[in-house]
């Protein structure tokens, strides 16, 4: 009778231990989330790239260095997920300290649609989503190698559809004063970005 107590109990806890080994601590359990989990470990470096901006203004991303830096891949003729992302994005930008904006956190919205999405659609899609242009900044990579690098360093999904539009997945991608990645965030609880800056920033 013990014996098999003592044997279930076994097999309890070591399926337990694997449950925990498998998920992070019980933090990962879909692949996605297993995904952000090891990318926030890596904590990547952006690479080298070229921008422009909605008043075709050209910078690099190392120029964005020195900030902690928030971004979101979207593209403009994107009908669902896109306008929630970027909305929820503004109310991020609308609820950072005037004294902290621009000066130690910088938005950057990077459309993977360079070919449509030229600085006069993107100055639209700025005006629309209350984006000033140089604290929140709304902008394409040209480059095509230069994109892919970026995407493929954050892992950001980009697949062209039937319908002429694109499957991405999205998320807030934040970015230290040193150029790596340090933690993505549901891009459905903008809250959440705001509470992680004002834990140390604001």
Known sequence: MWRKIIGILFALVAGLSLLWIGTDGLRAFTAEKARILDLEREQPKLPSATLIDSNSNNFHLQELEGKYTLFTFMYTSCGDVCPVLERNFAEIYENIPEDVLGKKVVLVSISFDPDHDTPTVLKSYSDHFGADGDRWKMATIQDEQ??????????????????GGYEHNSAFYVVNPEGKLTNIFDYQQPQTVVEYLDSFLF
């Open 146 to 163: 230069e994109l892919q690098d970026v995407l493929d360093t954050l892992e950001v999904i980009v697949i062209p559809n039937e319908y």
